[in-house]
């Protein structure tokens, strides 16, 4: 198992650019950002796997950011250009194995370990 803390979370204004860490005990080949809003689907947004770039999704492309910390174990989502449709429960998710398939590191079913999640909530 891995154990996983998201923080960074809170009150935004539109274009702002926060960062979320995730606080990784374990190591962890796979890790990713989710986030799902109110009356939606949990959504992958950006995922690093070891070896790889990282991944992210049309919603987020070109304004969020997932880097990884090795040293700290630290997984992060730098955050730009934020909008009141990208708020959100944001969570961090992790894989020990080599599980992940392939063209799925952004589906939440590939993943076994799961942060409390923090909320970022844009405002206009």
Not at 25 to 35: I, K, P
Not at 115 to 121: A, D, M
Request: net charge neutral; proline share 5%; charged share 20%.
């Amino acid at each position: 198992q891995v154990q996983l803390v998201e923080s960074g979370g809170g009150p935004v204004q539109a274009g702002g650019a926060p960062r979320l860490p995730c606080a990784a005990l374990g190591y962890a080949v796979c890790m990713a950002w989710f986030r799902q809003a109110p009356r939606k689907e949990r959504e992958g947004i950006a995922s690093i796997c070891s070896g790889d770039s990282p991944d992210y999704s049309d919603s987020v492309k070109g304004r969020f950011t997932a880097s990884r910390d090795n040293a700290k174990n630290t997984l992060y989502l730098h955050m730009n250009t934020l909008k009141p449709e990208d708020t959100a429960m944001y969570y961090c998710a992790a894989e020990r194995s080599s599980r992940v398939r392939v063209g799925l590191v952004l589906d939440a079913l590939e993943y076994n370990n799961w942060g409390q999640g923090t909320q970022v909530t844009v405002s206009s």
